[in-house]
């Protein structure tokens, strides 16, 4: 699927079904779970770097979209261990970050990102990356 093919038909059809949104606010993580409820998707939600590895553990997201400025755990370091988790190592990891340099985006896949996003994002752009993310699962 393209990015610029994207509706919520195509949206409502995507096999990545479960999202696992953390941001260090909490009201940034309620909307974006409320809004891919919305278009059809099963969400959890964290708010730190520890609980986002716990959750994952449960839930066994398709995605997770992390910011990389967590408390606690990083966001770098959370991908790290996502990626070394049996339960999440295929699971695709979108970074929604304020950092957007050429050294930020290094490190950030590195620590095995996938794709990297530069906030603010715009809803439309999420939902491509959550769309095309069984492109790279």
Same mark, same amino acid.
């Given at each position: 699927?393209?990015l610029?093919?994207?509706d919520? =038909?195509? +949206?409502?059809? $995507?096999r990545?079904?479960r999202?696992?949104?953390?941001?260090? *606010? /909490? *009201?940034?993580?309620? $909307?974006?779970? /409320?809004?891919l409820a919305?278009? !059809?998707? @099963?969400?959890? !939600?964290? $708010?730190d770097g520890r609980?986002a590895?716990? $959750? %994952? /553990?449960?839930? *066994?997201p398709?995605?997770?979209l992390?910011?990389l400025?967590l408390? !606690?755990?990083? !966001?770098?370091d959370a991908?790290?261990?996502?990626r070394? =988790?049996e339960?999440?190592?295929n699971?695709?990891?979108?970074?929604?970050t304020?950092y *957007?340099g050429? @050294?930020e985006r @290094?490190? =950030?896949?590195? %620590?095995g990102?996938?794709?990297?996003?530069a906030?603010?994002?715009? +809803? =439309?752009d999420?939902?491509r990356a959550?769309?095309?993310s069984e492109?790279?699962?």
């Amino acid at each position: 699927m393209r990015l610029s093919q994207l509706d919520s =038909s195509s +949206l409502a059809q $995507t096999r990545c079904r479960r999202v696992l949104v953390v941001d260090r *606010d /909490e *009201d940034q993580v309620l $909307t974006l779970m /409320e809004l891919l409820a919305m278009h !059809g998707f @099963e969400v959890a !939600g964290a $708010t730190d770097g520890r609980r986002a590895l716990a $959750t %994952a /553990e449960v839930f *066994d997201p398709h995605v997770v979209l992390m910011d990389l400025c967590l408390p !606690g755990i990083k !966001g770098c370091d959370a991908a790290r261990a996502l990626r070394s =988790s049996e339960r999440t190592k295929n699971a695709v990891i979108v970074a929604i970050t304020g950092y *957007d340099g050429a @050294e930020e985006r @290094e490190q =950030s896949a590195a %620590a095995g990102v996938d794709i990297h996003l530069a906030k603010p994002v715009a +809803l =439309s752009d999420l939902l491509r990356a959550v769309a095309d993310s069984e492109v790279h699962r």
